[in-house]
């Protein structure tokens, strides 16, 4: 139970977790990995390695410690956190892994001194009272994707139905149900996760679903990625006819329902989730700004079937920016707020989702709060481990 005393001790630790909250959470993450295995297929490598992950969970640590008694104050990061969760099946055994390391790693960073037994004991009871949260909001999700036509709980056996090459980098796969049976329909913008063994290793990952669940199929679209474990063995190794485990959809940066104009804004592989997001979009009437920038024309993915889809809907404009001279880029260089300018609708009352690299997106959402757009209407999504968008 979390007193009134207990909260006020774990905001105390504020000034703490401000300077000192990444080393932490660092040390933290090493100590967890080495010496629990079984969690090590939750989390990616690479994003350890960045750094990414620690800041991330540096930064919720803070958030939580901060809004301790308004817990409402904290938005969307407790939907966004489940969602991660659910997409690789989190569940109710790793919480208690999780709670014993972070205490350990705020009495071995801070010292006895300032980790007093009040503190950790203060903060064992947060720990406590944000994983009966986090535990309580994953079961209902779970019972209500079981539940559901076509829903499953855990992992699910898929087959790889096809793999279609879609520009020099990125590859489609597209995966059908093992048992034949119904799948999962899912929001515009979900993503699925994968259970993979690689090299007798189990690893889990997220990955966009790139088109409508049409026909009993799920599609990816994958970026190789240089020392990708992943993306290399899926690009690779994986071949038609080989099973997999996929966890259901998940993910709340959907598609809302609206009838204001629309703009999809994307870089590189960031163009994934708005694939099933155009397709969904393209059954009304609403306007569609589709832009897209990538290096050159050999990475652009999917560029002729969104050509096609122009030529077929009125209501589609599309526009591209590539970093690298093209005779068919409608803009050379940076996506500047003057190229957006002209590309928007005149009527800045819409709806923009963008993805991309982080200092791509961190433009574009200047840019879109520049040029008018609601803060509220530019949606905007990690593929990774959250970060602050400058």
């Keep these: ?43 990616n490598p690479a994003n350890q390695a960045s750094g990414d992950q620690p800041r991330a969970l540096a930064n919720g640590v803070l958030m939580y410690a901060r809004h301790i008694d ?51 004991s203060a903060w064992g009871a947060a720990y406590n009272q944000l994983a009966d949260i986090l535990i309580g909001a994953e079961a209902a999700i779970y019972d209500e994707k079981a539940a559901a036509p076509g829903g499953w709980r855990g992992g699910r056996e898929f087959k790889l139905a096809a793999k279609i090459q879609e520009s020099a980098e990125i590859t489609s796969f597209y995966f059908r149900p093992v048992d034949q049976q119904p799948i999962l329909d899912f929001a515009p913008g979900q993503y699925i996760g994968l259970k993979l063994m690689i090299d007798g290793e189990e690893v889990r990952r997220n990955y966009s679903l790139s088109a409508l669940a049409q026909v009993g199929r799920y599609r990816i679209s994958v970026k190789r990625e240089k020392g990708g474990v992943v993306s290399n063995f899926l690009h690779d190794r994986l071949n038609v006819g080989d099973t997999l485990e996929l966890f259901p959809p998940a993910g709340d940066f959907t598609l809302a329902n609206s009838e204001k104009p629309l703009v999809l804004i994307s870089g590189g592989v960031g163009i994934t989730p708005t694939l099933a997001m155009l397709e969904a979009a393209l059954a009304t009437k609403r306007p569609i700004h589709f832009i897209h920038c990538a290096r050159n024309a050999d990475v652009h993915a999917f560029r002729t079937w969104i050509d096609e889809l122009a030529d077929q809907h009125p209501q589609l404009k599309r526009f591209y920016c590539y970093d690298e001279q093209g005779e068919s880029a409608d803009h050379v260089g940076l996506l500047t707020e003057e190229v957006l300018a ?18 791509f997106m961190g433009a574009v959402k200047r840019h879109l709060k520049a040029l008018g757009v609601p803060e509220q209407q530019s949606r905007y999504e990690f593929f990774g481990p959250a970060a602050e968008l400058k």
Excluded at 14 to 41: A, N
Excluded at 91 to 111: D, K, M, N, Q, T
Excluded at 345 to 358: I, M, S, V
Aim: contains cysteine; proline residues 6%; aromatic residues 8%.
């Design 342 to 359: 002209q590309w928007l609708p005149q009527e800045r009352d819409l709806d923009a989702y963008f993805l991309g690299p982080k200092g």
């Design 70 to 120: 308004q817990l409402d104050q904290l938005g969307d990061l407790v939907a966004r956190i489940i969602n991660k969760h659910v997409a690789l099946q989190i569940l109710p055994e790793h919480y208690p892994i999780v709670g014993s390391c972070l205490l350990r790693a705020i009495e071995e960073v801070l010292g006895s001194d300032i980790a007093t037994p009040q503190v950790l």
């Design 1 to 43: 139970m979390l007193t009134a005393q207990d909260r006020a001790i774990v905001k105390s630790t504020v000034p703490l977790l401000e300077s000192g909250g990444e080393g932490l959470i660092t040390h933290f993450y090493r100590m967890m990995l080495s010496e629990y295995p079984q969690v090590r297929s939750l989390f």
